[in-house]
């Protein structure tokens, strides 16, 4: 294990490594160290082989994403360091992909749900028409919920129903909003915002009590207070809104890459996920329907 500490050495005098960072990248290499033993191999003799099989048994322990990349990194490093050195010929971790664990298919609603959901709030008080019309959006757009608080007045055509989001990276898309969300909002700059205003010059086009942009916080805990409310018991997340209108949107027969554009998925294959949840949905549906269910 001498040329562990010879290269974290050499890192703290190149880099600068802080003691927490050293500490976890001599844990990380022992513990590999340890496992190619048990496969009688040594740190210079082992391969590319060595590497996927033991990445695929940590994943196996349930080693979280982010320490797997740790891993992946100082492995890279490590046998980068030793090819410099002369001390090996190949570099084993070229071209070696971070293996993944299988993405957790996203928590949705059914419609039903999402009716009831909708349901919730109160329309006769002003944060009930507020949070009704917050609400509609989301679901009729499936924008983030951090993209849904920050919309100012300007980025809305209500003529033609389209709104101009801000997502991810400054990238902009026009997202169709439907007529019944139309509805709500129309309503609520009517009867709800101008009560909720204290600045004439604030662009938020969801306010707060105090007349300012809500925060995300402040939205996902009423979110979960409707649905506690409604009776739904299911784990739910800020995003509960938007995983739905994707999967209902491709229950729908909408196609994958349009869904890809209305999300502002910059990789399709973020978007495919939904396409396992909806054809779980229609397995059930024709399990519970077909006569050969």
Known sequence: ???????????????GLSENSRTSYRRDLFQYALWLNQQGKGLLLAGRTELQQYLHWRLGEQLKSSSTARLLSCLRGFYRYLLREGLIVQDPTLNLDNPRSGRPLPKTLTEQDVETLLGAPDTEELLGLRDRTMLEVLYATGLRVSELIALQMEQIN????????????????????????????????????????????????????RGQMMTRQTFWYRVKRYAMESGIDKPLSPHVLRHAFATHLLNHGADLRVVQMLLGHSDLSTTQIYTHVASHRLQSLHSEHHPRG
């Open 1 to 15: 294990m001498e040329l562990v500490e010879v290269w974290i050495s050499a890192l703290w005098l190149e880099k």
């Open 158 to 209: 209500r003529r033609i129903g389209v709104i101009r989001v801000v997502g991810k990276g400054g990238k902009e898309r026009l997202v169709p909003v439907g007529d019944e969300a139309l509805l709500w909002i129309r309503r609520y700059l009517q009867s709800a915002r101008p009560l909720l205003m204290r600045d004439a010059h604030e662009e938020a086009l969801f306010l707060s009590q």
